[in-house]
């Protein structure tokens, strides 16, 4: 094996222990900021990190009650193709996760996400619906943001 093929494969295996990482964190009790940052300083991320190709971490981020505008705003820092991302079962993308998500939602959160990715605004999951129709539907709008 070459060294190109061997560093190939350290690279692609530590993304994988990385995603892994950030998806125990996002799906935890103790989900936040400063375990994300942990996280990220600790496999000495760049920013604009292209080398990471599962955002599942990030969709449970969008999902998680006690997600922040200060987390995602992280996420986003190194992971920035994660907003335009779609989860292929049901064709949802972030911003349909924080428009639905069952906590208060934040709309600095949902204009972070539409910053991020424009055309997620428009775009239908496989029900055909957009993100306005899921925050429309979810009665917990924090409208003392924004």
């Known amino acids: 094996m070459s060294e190109r ?20 964190c996002c799906v935890s009790d103790t989900f936040s900021e400063d375990g994300v940052r942990d996280i990220i300083e600790r496999h000495e991320l760049a920013h604009n990190n292209r080398h990471v190709s599962n955002h599942k971490f990030f969709f449970a981020a969008c999902c998680n009650e ?30 349909h996760l924080a428009c639905n998500n069952n906590s208060i939602v934040s709309f ?5 996400l539409i910053d991020a990715a424009p055309d997620s605004v428009r775009h239908q999951d496989n029900n055909g619906l957009m993100p306005l129709h899921h925050l429309c539907s979810n009665r917990k709008v924090d409208k003392n943001q924004g």
Do not use: K
């Open 5 to 24: 093929d061997n560093n190939s494969r350290q690279s692609a295996y530590a993304s994988v222990v990385l995603s892994n990482e950030l998806l125990a």
């Open 66 to 95: 006690d997600v922040t505008e200060g987390i995602i705003r992280c996420l986003l820092e190194y992971f920035p193709a994660a907003a335009s991302d779609t989860d292929h079962s049901d064709g949802e993308m972030p911003l």
């Open 108 to 112: 600095d959160i949902i204009q972070l």
